[in-house]
């Protein structure tokens, strides 16, 4: 017996903040994940202490990492909305700063009329990243429909200097923190 979509049952409930208005200009992390955790990006060298070259732990992209820095990069040249600071690319997930000018003053969520996330908004942003990796790397390997991102994202927004700093150090330091890191999939706990 075939059920029937009900949209009430499978309602999916937000992780974003209520009334909240992500076209609003302000600083936001975010963090990205790989669709069950797949390790696709490249691998951290040096993460049982000093790296290549005598320098701390790094991350060295593979070919589908490469494709995901330029996407990065790449997004502040397609939305004038947007600018990144610091970032850091790991082997099944990313972690980024985006400074976001937006109008703000904008319903959070979708309409009838107009599904998905707002124009120049963080949801878009994310939206239209994630579907330009996916097709790159799908069509690499030849699998399309694959999915390559988790469905959701993380987002933080960021309020203040301090929070700031704190986030730039802990992007800083993420490929140091792989053996520890709860998204490594080799991480005992």
């Not at 076209?23 to 049982?48: D, V």
């Not at 939206?127 to 990796?133: L, R």
Request: aromatic share 12%; glycine share 8%; charged share 20%.
């Amino acid at each position: 017996m075939k059920m029937k979509f009900n949209p009430e049952a499978h309602k999916r409930r937000s992780i974003r903040l209520p009334g909240y208005d992500y076209a609003k200009s302000g600083a936001y992390f975010i963090t990205i994940c790989t669709y069950n955790r797949e390790t696709l990006f490249g691998e951290i060298l040096g993460a049982n202490g000093v790296g290549p070259n005598n320098i701390y732990p790094e991350m060295i992209y593979n070919d589908f990492g490469e494709i995901v820095a330029a996407e990065w990069l790449k997004s502040t040249a397609i939305r004038s909305e947007i600018a990144m600071d610091r970032y850091v690319i790991m082997p099944n997930h990313l972690h980024g700063i985006v400074l976001i000018y937006g109008r703000g003053d904008r319903p959070v969520a979708p309409t009838e009329e107009h599904p998905g996330p707002k124009p120049k908004s963080i949801g878009a942003f994310i939206a239209g990243f994630k579907s330009a990796v996916t097709k790159q790397i799908n069509a690499i390997r030849q699998t399309p429909y694959v999915p390559v991102w988790q469905r959701n994202y993380y987002e933080h927004i960021i309020r203040n200097g301090n929070d700031m700093k704190k986030i730039q150090e802990y992007i800083q330091n993420n490929p140091s923190n792989w053996l520890n890191d709860e998204e490594n999939p080799a991480n005992i706990h």
